[in-house]
């Protein structure tokens, strides 16, 4: 059983602060990652993948990827009160076009 | 922007009931698929179509369910004899090359099913 684990949080960040957001994954053979964002009652939307070991940045997000720790995470830094969402972890294993998706970390930025 | 649009926003059905639910990819989009949201649960990938056939199904994707590309422009999903379980927000997606390309999958608004 292919399993992505996250911290269903909330994390609460003060605005302007760095939100750090973790996921484990199980499966060794994963080979490609995704950070989706999830407002309430919508649908999710991608904001980064990475695909080898170490940072990829775009913006004011960081995705960091461990794979010898079974291990992504997600920066965000300036953390505004629109960044306020669900984020979604999914991990694709290599020849499979089958996502796993954790539970999502509830990320609130106060202001 | 384009974008993926799904209808009805919410549908109504009495269990046992077949419903269809509809979505229109983007245009030039080849790759298609159709997650399912039980409320406060993951995301679960269902199925992927490709090329007017279906490439990848998950466990949950049984003989209850089917797709269909009936024309150009709109993908189904069908749920055959519907169950309270099927209760969810079903989302489809699409994109334009493989996953194996990395190409992202663009997600729309989703269908709310609830299963009286």
């Known amino acids: 059983q292919k399993e992505v684990e996250q911290n269903s949080g909330p994390l609460s960040v003060p605005e302007g602060a760095i939100a750090s957001l973790n996921c484990t994954y199980s499966d060794r053979g994963s080979q490609s990652f995704f950070w989706y964002r999830q407002y309430s009652g919508k649908s999710p939307e991608l904001i980064m993948s990475?695909?080898?070991?170490g940072d990829k940045e775009d913006g004011r997000f960081t995705a960091q990827l461990n794979k010898a720790s079974q291990y992504v995470s997600l920066l965000i830094r300036d953390s505004q009160p629109s960044d306020s969402a669900t984020y979604l972890c999914?991990?694709?294993?290599?020849?499979?076009?089958?996502?796993?998706f954790g539970r999502g970390t509830s990320l609130i930025v106060h202001p | 922007e384009p974008e993926v649009t799904q209808t009805p926003s919410h549908q109504v059905t009495q269990m046992g009931q077949e419903v269809i639910l509809r979505c229109v990819p983007i245009s030039n989009h080849l790759y298609f698929y159709w997650y399912r949201q039980i409320l406060g649960q993951k995301v679960e990938f269902l199925v992927s179509?490709?090329?007017?056939?279906?490439?990848?199904k998950s466990e949950i994707f049984d003989d209850q369910f089917s797709v269909e590309r009936p024309d150009g422009s709109n993908f189904t999903l069908k749920i055959r004899s519907t169950k309270l379980e099927d209760s969810a927000m079903y989302f489809c997606?699409?994109?334009?090359?493989?996953?194996?390309?990395?190409?992202?999958?663009?997600f729309g608004d989703g269908t709310r099913l609830s299963i009286l």
């Open positions: 999914a991990v694709r294993a290599g020849g499979s076009y089958i996502p796993t």
């Open positions: 179509f490709y090329n007017n056939e279906i490439s990848e």
């Open positions: 997606a699409s994109s334009l090359g493989s996953p194996y390309s990395n190409q992202p999958q663009h």
């Open positions: 990475i695909y080898s070991n």
